[in-house]
């Protein structure tokens, strides 16, 4: 992810919104340039060695030998067939648009290298050989069996890998690509955090297709094409404004209109941990967490957003993110200002996700606010009483 930031702030830094400075900076855009191509541009290799790195210590498999088997197998699936009779690598493979293939090819590389080796089908060295080269030929027979079987289907089959889980997990991406799918997406990651779990569980299976659309968005902005996803991580940042179930307008009417001293200092401070789209104090401080009158405004308030920018993104109202990864904690209303490159239209929504967020939770902050008021008036009677 922090590649990522990197790449497209590379983009942004390449196509700045204000003319005068888009002109002084116009003789670095190559540098730019190429600092996108060498980090979202080989996203797809880096998961590769990522998902090996971090399952060898899962499975307690040699580290390095199941980096290099996985990356191997998967820059090796990048290679296609072409119309004069050869094979060349698919550059743009190695970026987002093999990502999928990267995680599927780094599960299968520590599957086979902890298969083969629990079925003690090895090379086995004699003893008093180091365990670093003994490893390595431990290793050598699964990691053989796996190139044969790729470079068979690559060679022989034509196989494109890219393709293939495009087309398997295209029901997925048919999802979140749709203004339904979209709204459902944030309505789940909601749902789950409202009841104690964090939504990464949830975007965690969102993530890679989102990273996707993004980089798309990015390489097309940069080659001065149309950019056709609204779905991408920017834009789920612009509208989890506060954080999931999009809770700065709570904090907002928490500080300036809560009757309650609890809520109101619970809302003091709150909002600048709020405005950094970190909700935690007011998910366990309200609490909003397993609390009846708040899971309707908490589950409703981002699918309504999700589902408005999307359309108004797709039929043209507001501009679409071509910067699609910013760090998340960045506050909403520059968000929807960095990811369009400075458009106005997508500001000016940044900022009413804010206001809509307020006017949705207000009822039910004030109910949830008048009961404790009265209750925190009862316990200083019971004190004066006693």
Known sequence: MALLIIGSCSILLSNLPWAPLANIMQPAAPLFNTIFNVTTGIMGLLTAASVAYYGAQEYRQ???VSIATSVSLFTLSQYQFTAGGGYQLNVEGLGTSGLISAILIGFITLKTLALFKAKKITI???????DAVSESFTSLLP??????????????????INVVIARIMSPVTYVLNSAPGYALYHMLCALVFFCGINSQVVIGVAMPFLMQ????????????????FAATNATDAMI?????????????LMSLKAKSQYFKKLGRMSLAPGVFNINEPLIFGTPVCFNPLFIMPFILTPGLLAAATYLMMQYGIIAMPHVANLPWTTPSFLIGFLMTGGSLSTTLWSFMITIISMLIYFPFFCIAD?????????EAQTQ???
């Open 124 to 130: 086995r060295m004699p003893k008093g050989v180091p």
């Open 213 to 228: 659309n993004g980089a798309m968005n990015e390489k097309a902005f940069q080659a001065g094409e149309q950019v056709m």
């Open 370 to 378: 008048k009961q404790l008021y009265e209750k925190e008036l009862q």
């Open 384 to 386: 004066e009483m006693a």
């Open 240 to 252: 989890w404004a506060g954080g999931t179930g999009a809770t700065l307008g709570l904090v907002i």
């Open 143 to 160: 990691a053989l069996f796996l190139l044969i079987i790729f470079s068979i289907l690559v060679v022989v089959f034509h196989f494109n």
């Open 62 to 64: 040699d580290v390095f």
